[in-house]
Every structure is written in structure tokens, then in C-alpha cells.
């Protein structure tokens, strides 16, 4: 059976990255390929619970260390319970963020040590890295007023809540990354019309998932 490919999807709040992961995975399921769409924090029963103590701010007061660790064993669940096993299938597998989440959330705005933040990546991924990654950029300003029309009345989760520089510099941080790995990942204009971007992101997955490696997978679309 063919080996699957890893897809992850980054970029600040109200990028469109929940929109974008649908219609590409529509795309991908009308081309006769198996999908899995997940999410971070997230995607497996484990890793959901935590993501609740995350978004809701409860681990905060502890610190960026301990909210590091936790998304970080999250991950691993969620990289053993669901990605890995998914690729081993020859599923095309959808991630709302990853490890690019942590380098910048934790890593660069959160103050940690990078040499702890890669200790970190390193176990609980497990040799599990994306096969492309779609940096989906906007001005924060404006991430930040789709961030607040797509939730209507409710509050800002723990990171939405955050100061507009601190959102200014994770957009300069995950451009970094793009800068540092492009053989991996690919920036795209997120204010852009959505039918632009979403032609965007499927001309980046065309060009970066080899033939071979869609042929023998399955028809349909999951959701964890």
C-alpha cells in the first residue's frame, strides 16, 4: 500500500485555515483519494481534552513551560492514535496546525528555549514531520476581526485574546520558518478571495504530493 502524505496548515488567527483544510479536502475526496482532516490541539479523544485546558486559559497561570508540555503530549497522542496510523494507509492527512504552532506560540512568543522546544518536537513527533505546509498569511489586524465575526458573541479563546504586536510577531515568525524550510513549506495570501486561495493551496498540494503516492488511495473523507 502506498504511504500517505501529511499536510498541516499554519498562520495567525482568522487566516482561514478551518475553511481552506474543507475545500481542499472536498477537492482531494472528488479526485477519489482518502482524507483525513484533524486538528491541533486535538484530533484524538486524549488530545481533545487537553485542547479544553489549553483554549480556556486554565493552564496559563502555570506558564508557557507547562503549556508547552501539555500541547506536546497532546501531540503524541494524536501523532500515535491518528496521523501515523492514517498515513500508513495511504490516507492524505489535514492538520489545523502542528509543530510550526508550538515553534512560534511557545517557542518565539512564548519566551522558551529553543533547545527545549526541539527536545520537545522531537519525541512526541516521532519522526512524523508534514510532507508540506501551507502558511496561510494576513495582517493580524484583519485575522483578528474575521477572528471575532466567525465567533459572534463569544469570548477570545487564551491566544485570541493576546495583544496585536504579540500576533504581529507570530506572523513574522511563521514567515521565518517558511524562509528556513521552503522545500517544505509554501506561503499563501490569506486576504485574498477565498476562490483565489483556495486555487492557491491546491495548486501547492498538485505540485508537492508525487503521483505514485495517490494512486491506491481510497475514496472518501474523515473527520476526527
Known sequence: MPRGFFITFEGGEGAGKSTHIRLLAEHLAEEGREVLVTREPGGSPGAEAVRHVLLSGAAEPFGPTLEAILFAAARLDHVEQVIRPAIA??????????????????????????????????????????????????????????????????????????????????????????????????????????AEVAAAVARAVEKAMPEDETDGAKRGTGDV
Request: net charge neutral; with cysteine.
Open 89 to 194: 494507509r495511504g490516507a492524505v492527512v489535514l492538520c489545523d496546525r502542528f509543530v510550526d504552532s508550538s515553534r512560534v506560540y511557545q517557542g518565539v512568543t512564548g519566551g522558551l528555549d529553543a533547545d527545549f522546544m526541539a527536545t520537545l518536537e522531537r519525541v512526541t513527533v516521532n519522526g512524523v514531520m508534514p510532507d508540506l505546509t501551507i502558511i496561510l498569511d494576513i495582517d493580524p489586524e484583519e485575522g483578528l476581526r474575521r477572528a471575532a465575526e466567525r465567533r459572534g458573541g463569544e469570548g477570545a479563546d487564551r491566544f485570541e485574546k493576546e495583544t496585536l504586536q504579540i500576533h504581529r510577531r507570530r506572523r513574522k515568525a511563521f514567515l521565518d520558518i517558511a524562509k528556513k524550510e521552503p522545500q517544505r513549506c509554501v506561503v499563501i495570501d490569506a486576504s485574498a478571495p477565498r
